[in-house]
């Protein structure tokens, strides 16, 4: 390209003025050049281009010297620009002109080949960059024609790779393909597929390459297949790998791999392949030259070829169905399994907002909501007004005497003075008390009711055991049962273990834990605590960094499943772990040499444990209860470790297409002998962690796939008890247990601070509603006043049970709100927070990723929300509409999500002016009136809170997300600042935390800032508080360092492709495409072609650009000088020197 850019007469941006050549004397000269030469100057007129007229001298024939003569001015004009010369030359009818020109010069009797080559060599350049080649061609009658030609021509190896090149082109239609196929193309073409040879290497690879070019047909596949092809292609592969020793062959061997592909693309090819022994046959050559980085250009088309044959395995289960299932109210039983209806692969994204599959985007334009009407705010109850009364009682601080105000004193939990409409609440403290009461130990195990009661270790004495020898049958059996019977002794037991190993963590108390624990109703009916739930957690002492990625993990890892199938008497295949299987759940059994799993427990959701191979273990999750889908999180025990010793973990059915794991996330792991000893800690641990398809699919479903989440873990202790997770747990329990401890730690005189029943979930759970506001300064009727009529904010979060992150920062929001920071004074005094810390409780106690027990995603039921099957909906929803019925519509609503795709938090929310800009829409929106204010909470994150993108925000309104909290309450609450917000799993790639994952800490920090950034709104908000301002001033200031670090962080929403190949369903990108140009240039120039045509497969891809070779050396000259255009003459085409010479 470089020896032409300096052609004046074509910018390419352009192209269609500029053809007409500035008035060129190049032009003048060719008319001129065809009038004296008697030809028939046709359409030259004046007024046609001169393209035009090019293209019709050369289609109503001429003489030989006139013809030559514009294919090489074609040639050399298409050489020497982008491909955008060639698509407007295309535009204008090249192609058919071209054909037409075949047509003419082929069906002579004595074919005239001077002309006929280069017209050939043209017609493959031009016809490789048209999509409708074929389809002209068989138009023209032009494709049997070239398969004629080819017959004709087997033994003149220039010739033969000339036609093979445009019979290559012309395959680009399926139909063209077929019609080779039926008139025995195949045949003609693999005939010169030849064996390991150092001649005629051009024709050879282009034989190659037109046969996988036909290919692309079924049918032909299928007729390959039958005539044993693909057997002869596997022999041709490995006897070009044999005799290649000095690889001096790698484009035929590619080549050869890409016939196999395209062979692989139907089901009888790849059944071919797999029969014929080609995995074995390609896994041997490959791994002979891994080492070489010469073949590195082999290795990666092998090993996806190889993963694309390897025969799919429905998942080693009995049922896809979940283990649980759970009658669900006014429904047949297991009726949910019956309407799934055919699976057409389409698995909702993981966020309510995922949005970053780029195939979706031009989906995405059309979903954008453009209905004015439904882009208004139209405050409607969705039920009778006389029912909205209910939710008065979630209102305590409108009615409350705040009695303590005069006598404080009185302050004592078991007097607080809820409503006595908080029936259920009440009951539930009552029983705890009551149990306290009544001398019941939580923490006391029952060796004979707990999952593993085989496992009372008689000899076991656990007092002295437990500090040398930790197994996990004690762990479970003495200290993290929480079966209400009674054992004495064990509960001094714990607290000796407590007392001796405990660390203060705050907010945090084990034995509250273990006893509100057993008030949680689990499917499963767990009795056993996670270690890690139960002894609390501190977050690390420094941040992680985000793993780096080694090369070709991804490669090493599928050599490993493909060894699977070749060696399988190396593999051992056995359950270590079956949900199902009671013999098979941590058996007390010695298991010598192997890992023991253990998921029966709050959130944990192992549904089974196959030992591979002595250290690697298959991981199948359990789907959620009542479905058969929702694969992502993931939280379970593992034992009996060996110390340094790398085991391997494959959780292999995930289901989504691609995963932050493959961007530097890491999985949490939390190590019991590292929390006694005073480190507390999940960490993020693993190594080779890498994210692809597998050849796993569901039971049933043999057209969709499962993706494998492989990482390996080096345990720090022999014998440990260690815990893996997608993400930091945050169970059901955790979250109650929390409350319980801010509510003690909260000053009643100052903090009023109230949990209530907001309803039952289907499993008989509490779904809890917090309200968090200050007192009043006194109870005259100034203060009473201010506190009645301060905003509401809302804060719901983990609607999604996978989304554990929201929790935490849930956690941060809630601890800041109750903390004596002046900010949050300010907060309290300014505004009246309701909180729903967890919207589906159900869905987090049964280790569910997506739904509720009901097999529904929670949060596509706010449209309409079935009061039976999705309470907690129901009834969030229908306070909101109380508060809006009292006139108190919240300040702020906002729904806390975890995002599995993106790294950073950032904020959607609704804008109905926004929405009709990005759609495109005609609707003037100039009349229409919109609030600026649902952007201001976004801005002042961006300043004060270091995980957040304000890049990553955006306020569209979809349609596919109509039903969704953020939309709903937003129209029919009439919220202007509704939104969710999403907290990344991984990590930052802006900001002070760049590079860094994510930790517990940060993500408490970020519902910390979220809590802050409400300051800001107070401003406009509340006029005669000067301190608040004065507040939201000082904590802007202060964290004006942020600014320096945050500017222009204009970070990429989609991640940069990744090293390996994620999806390898299409290969065009692993073979080149325009190698075609270089051949064919090649072709032309070699005169003696032998040399030229070892020299070309030596070098690979020496001659990329497409430097014009159509026509000999000589005959270039000749053509020129005819056309009286010499080097540098004329003012408008200046052509280098070196282009010529
Ligand atoms: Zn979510």
Redesign the pocket.
């Known amino acids: 390209m470089e020896a032409t850019s300096d052609v004046t007469f074509v910018p390419d941006a352009e192209a269609d003025d500029k053809w007409k050549f500035n008035k060129s004397s190049l032009m003048k000269k060719l008319r001129q050049h065809l009038a004296s030469s008697r030809s028939r100057p046709t359409m030259a007129a004046s007024s046609s281009s001169g393209l035009e007229v090019l293209l019709n001298t050369l289609q109503n024939g001429g003489d030989v010297e006139s013809t030559l003569n514009v294919l090489n001015v074609l040639d050399e004009l298409l050489s020497a620009g982008t491909d955008r010369r060639i698509q407007f030359m295309i535009s204008k009818g090249g192609s058919e002109a071209l054909l037409t020109a075949l047509g003419n010069t082929a069906r002579c009797h004595t074919p005239n080949y001077t002309i006929l080559l280069p017209l050939l060599h043209l017609l493959a350049k031009v016809g490789h960059r048209d999509r409708q080649i074929g389809v002209k061609a068989e138009k023209i009658d032009a494709v049997l024609l070239v398969l004629d030609l080819l017959r004709q021509n087997v033994k003149n190896s220039r010739r033969a790779a000339a036609c093979l090149w445009v019979i290559q082109v012309f395959c680009s239609s399926v139909s063209t393909a077929v019609v080779l196929g039926r008139n025995r193309g195949l045949d003609v073409v693999f005939k010169l597929i030849s064996p390991h040879t150092t001649k005629h290497l051009r024709t050879v690879k282009a034989a190659i390459d037109a046969f996988a070019a036909m290919l692309c047909s079924k049918v032909n596949c299928q007729t390959a297949v039958a005539k044993g092809y693909i057997s002869d292609l596997l022999k041709l592969y490995e006897d070009w790998h044999n005799n290649d020793a000095n690889h001096e062959n790698i484009p035929i061997r590619k080549a050869l791999l890409h016939c196999m592909h395209r062979a692989a693309n139907s089901s009888v090819g790849r059944d071919a392949l797999v029969t014929e022994g080609g995995m074995r046959l390609l896994l041997q050559t490959t791994q002979t030259f891994l080492t070489l980085k010469s073949l590195e250009s082999l290795v990666e088309p092998a090993v996806q070829l190889m993963r694309k044959c390897y025969p799919k395995v429905p998942i080693p289960l009995s049922s896809d169905k979940s283990t649980y299932s759970f009658p669900l109210p006014g429904r047949p039983v297991d009726d949910w399994g019956a309407d799934l209806g055919p699976y057409d692969g389409c698995l909702e994204d993981d966020?309510?907002e995922d949005m970053e599959n780029e195939d979706l985007d031009k989906d995405y334009e059309d979903d954008l909501e453009t209905d004015v009407n439904k882009l208004q705010p139209r405050p409607e109850p969705d039920r009778p007004l006389e029912q909205l009364g209910q939710y008065m009682r979630f209102c305590p601080e409108l009615h409350h005497d705040f009695q303590d105000l005069e006598s404080s004193s009185e302050v004592d939990e078991s007097s607080s003075e809820d409503s006595p409409l908080e029936g259920d609440f009440n009951k539930k403290k009552a029983h705890g008390r009551k149990s306290k009461a009544g001398q019941r130990n939580p923490l006391s195990p029952s060796g004979s009711e707990s999952s593993n009661s085989t496992g009372i270790d008689k000899k076991h004495n656990p007092g002295s055991e437990e500090e040398s020898h930790l197994q996990t049958r004690d762990l479970h059996t003495h200290y993290l049962n929480c079966s209400r019977n009674i054992q004495e002794g064990h509960c001094t037991m714990v607290d000796r273990l407590l007392e001796k190993y405990g660390t203060w963590i705050p907010n945090h108390d084990p034995r509250l834990y273990a006893s509100t624990a057993s008030d949680t109703k689990s499917i499963g009916g767990y009795s056993i605590l996670a270690f890690p739930d139960f002894w609390g957690n501190l977050p690390p002492k420094k941040q992680e960094p985000m793993a780096k990625r080694q090369p070709h993990v991804q490669r090493k890892k599928v050599f490993e499943d493909i060894q699977r199938l070749l060696c399988t008497e190396e593999m051992i295949n056995k359950v270590a772990f079956d949900l199902e299987d009671p013999s098979l759940q941590c058996s007390t059994e010695e298991r010598p040499g192997s890992l023991r799993f253990f998921s029966k427990f709050e959130s944990g959701n192992l549904r089974k444990a196959i030992q591979v191979r002595s250290h690697e273990y298959d991981l199948i999750l359990t789907a959620d209860v009542n479905s058969s889908e929702h694969y992502q999180w993931f939280y379970f025990e593992v034992s009996g470790m060996v110390a340094g010793v790398p085991y391997r973990f494959n959780v292999i059915n995930c289901e989504k297409g691609n995963s932050q794991y493959n961007y530097g996330m890491q999985p949490v792991l939390y190590s019991v002998r590292e929390a006694l000893d005073g480190r507390p800690h999940w960490v993020r641990s693993g190594s080779e962690i890498c994210y692809y398809r597998n050849h796993f699919c569901p039971k049933g479903r043999h057209r969709s796939h499962f993706y494998t989440l492989t990482f390996t873990v080096t345990f720090p202790h022999d014998d440990d008890v260690c815990y893996l997770a997608y993400h930091y747990p945050y169970t059901y329990s955790t979250l109650q247990t929390h409350l319980k401890m801010l509510e003690k730690s909260v000053d009643q005189r100052k903090i009023f601070f109230r949990q209530q029943n907001l309803c039952d979930t289907l499993a008989g759970n509490s779904c809890t509603l917090v309200t968090i506001t200050a007192c009043p300064a006194s109870k005259a009727w100034k203060d009473l006043h201010q506190l009645r009529n301060r905003p509401c904010v809302v804060l719901t979060a983990r609607?999604?049970p996978g989304?554990s992150n929201a929790s935490w920062v849930m956690k941060g929001t809630l601890e800041f709100l109750c903390s004596n920071d002046p900010v949050a004074e300010s907060l309290r005094e300014a505004y009246i927070f309701k909180v729903i810390p967890m919207l589906n409780p159900d869905g987090v106690i049964n280790g569910n990723n997506r739904c509720s027990l009901s097999g529904e995603d929670l949060?596509r039921q706010w449209l309409k929300p079935d009061p039976v099957l999705s309470p907690t909906i129901y009834h969030t929803k229908g306070f909101l509409y109380y508060l809006n019925s009292i006139g108190r519509t919240p300040l702020v609503f906002c729904d806390y999500?975890?995002h599995s795709r993106k790294k950073n938090v950032f904020l959607y929310g609704c804008s109905m002016k926004e929405t009709l800009w990005q759609s495109g829409s005609t609707i003037n929106t100039v009349s229409l009136k919109e609030d600026p204010g649902y952007r201001t909470i976004a801005k002042t994150l961006d300043r004060i809170a270091p995980a957040f993108s304000f890049n990553n925000c955006n306020y569209l309104v979809e349609k596919s997300r109509a039903s969704t909290a953020r939309v709903v309450v937003w129209r029919e609450i009439g919220v202007l600042r509704s939104y969710t917000m999403e907290n990344t799993y991984n990590g930052c790639n802006q900001g002070i935390y760049k590079g860094l994952q994510t930790g517990t800490r940060e993500l408490e920090e970020m519902g910390m800032k979220f809590s802050q950034s409400l300051i800001t709104l107070s401003r406009n908000t509340i006029h005669y508080n000067s301190r608040l301002i004065h507040n939201a001033a000082t904590l802007l200031d202060l964290d004006d360092r942020l600014l320096d670090h945050k500017s222009n962080n204009c970070s990429e929403d989609d991640e940069p492709p990744c090293a390996e190949e994620i999806q390898y369903s299409s290969c065009s990108d692993l073979f080149g495409a325009n190698d075609l140009d270089a051949e064919v240039n090649a072709n032309a120039s070699s005169v003696e072609e032998d040399e030229g045509d070892a020299e070309v497969c030596k070098k690979g891809r020496r001659l990329t650009d497409r430097k014009s070779h159509l026509l000999p050396h000589f005959l270039q000259q000749d053509a020129l000088e005819t056309l009286g255009i010499r080097s540098g003459q004329c003012n408008n085409m200046d052509i280098s020197n070196r282009y010529f010479y």
């Open positions: 966020s309510d609607v999604h989304e949060n999500h975890g």
